[in-house]
């Protein structure tokens, strides 16, 4: 949502609060004194007038976006001679899922698809990993698999693919700690240097000799 929409929605939800405190409260009969005050003044008379007819446009505009838009749920991801190819936005969305699956990482719990109609293809992927992960060495991998994957459905429609990890199925902790890792090491040692072999323990001495014959 881009900052003047979202400017927009909150001053006509604005609006809307404040028409809905202006009617309900004298209906409810709360603050009658304070309520009557303020009737007096045609400042807050006009006040609400505005915030009535600001709610009630905004409300008609959301019903005739409800029964008129229609969400078009297939990308153009590529123009052939005598035709377009085009790709549901389920069908990316299976793929990603596909993809971290295949990974063995975890599951897709949210894929969310969203495009126009020959505009970029944006991709958001929700990952519930089996359990915890280094994400700063696992998502790398994940995030090629996925433009390598999705690159070869969309083309070159493919715009960004931002990648959330969610809680993990099996939580542990990632920091292994000192004395164990010590531990882990010097087995380590041990099974890498082998033993030297005993001394013989019969105590003789081997003395090489060698005789040279002379002519």
Not at 29 to 57: H, K, N, R, S
Not at 113 to 134: F, L
Not at 148 to 174: H, K, N, W, Y
Request: glycine fraction near 8%; include cysteine.
């Amino acid at each position: 949502m881009g900052g003047f929409r979202r400017f927009v929605l909150f001053v006509f939800s604005l609006a809307g609060i404040a028409c809905l405190l202006a009617l309900a409260l004298p209906w409810f009969g709360l603050f009658p004194d304070e309520i009557a005050l303020l009737e007096e003044q045609g400042a807050y008379i006009v006040a609400v007038e505005v915030c009535l007819a600001m709610t009630a446009a905004w409300l008609v505009f959301e019903l005739g976006r409800s029964l008129f838009s229609r969400r078009d749920n297939a990308v153009t991801v590529m123009d052939i001679d005598g035709g377009t190819i085009t790709v549901t936005r389920s069908a990316v969305a299976s793929q990603a899922s596909h993809i971290v699956e295949a990974l063995g990482l975890g599951v897709a719990k949210d894929v969310d698809v969203s495009a126009s109609k020959r505009g970029p293809v944006h991709v958001v992927v929700k990952v519930t990993p089996y359990e915890s992960i280094d994400v700063t060495s696992e998502a790398p991998v994940l995030h090629e698999a996925l433009v390598t994957g999705l690159t070869a459905m969309c083309g070159e429609r493919l715009g960004a693919i931002d990648v959330e990890f969610l809680e993990p199925q099996q939580a542990s902790s990632l920091v292994v700690p000192a004395d164990e890792a010590e531990g882990e090491q010097d087995g380590a040692s041990a099974v890498e240097t082998p033993e030297a072999p005993a001394p013989d323990d019969t105590g003789d001495i081997t003395i090489r000799m060698t005789s040279e014959r002379g002519e």
